[in-house]
């Protein structure tokens, strides 16, 4: 069974260099790369502050958006997989990224996960879900972590 590797895109600059990093391993070792998109619905939690009549708008809008984020994301993998000439393979989920991703690797067991960050400052950990470091807690895989320079 070929090496196989997990990596979590989600669109941001951050999440390049992971590509970058799973594409480059993917070719040397070789290995599986499967990129994971999370939507997040933390925005739809929201819609019961608006008001009645804008709700359903409201929801829907988000929903374009996010998937809006989830196909770009997916063609900029595609795009970046096909020029280095790997092919790889896409998931997309919805939820909770933190859940979902545990849940992902609880089904297909990897064996490496390759996430993207960003360095952060005290204040921005405190604000900061900061979904890498909570990864590392609990992934039960060894992790890649290609943090992004500011």
């Not at 991703?101 to 996960?113: A, F, M, N």
Request: with cysteine; net charge positive.
């Amino acid at each position: 069974m070929p090496f196989r590797i997990l990596v979590c895109i989600d669109g941001e600059p951050h999440s390049k260099g992971a590509i970058q990093w799973a594409i480059q391993l993917g070719l040397s070792l070789p290995a599986g790369v499967t990129a994971l998109h999370v939507i997040d619905p933390y925005l739809k939690k929201f819609y019961n502050e608006l008001y009645s009549q804008g709700r359903k708008r409201y929801l829907e809008y988000v929903d374009e958006r996010l998937q809006e984020g989830a196909d770009k994301t997916h063609s900029e993998f595609t795009r970046m997989c096909q020029a280095a000439g790997l092919e790889a393979g896409f998931k997309l989920r919805h939820g909770e990224p933190l859940r979902e991703i545990l849940d992902e690797l609880r089904q297909t067991s990897p064996d490496l996960l390759i996430v993207g960050g960003k360095s952060l400052n005290a204040w921005g950990r405190f604000r900061s879900r900061n979904l890498p470091l909570r990864l590392q807690k609990k992934a039960g895989v060894p992790i890649l972590t290609h943090i992004a320079k500011q």
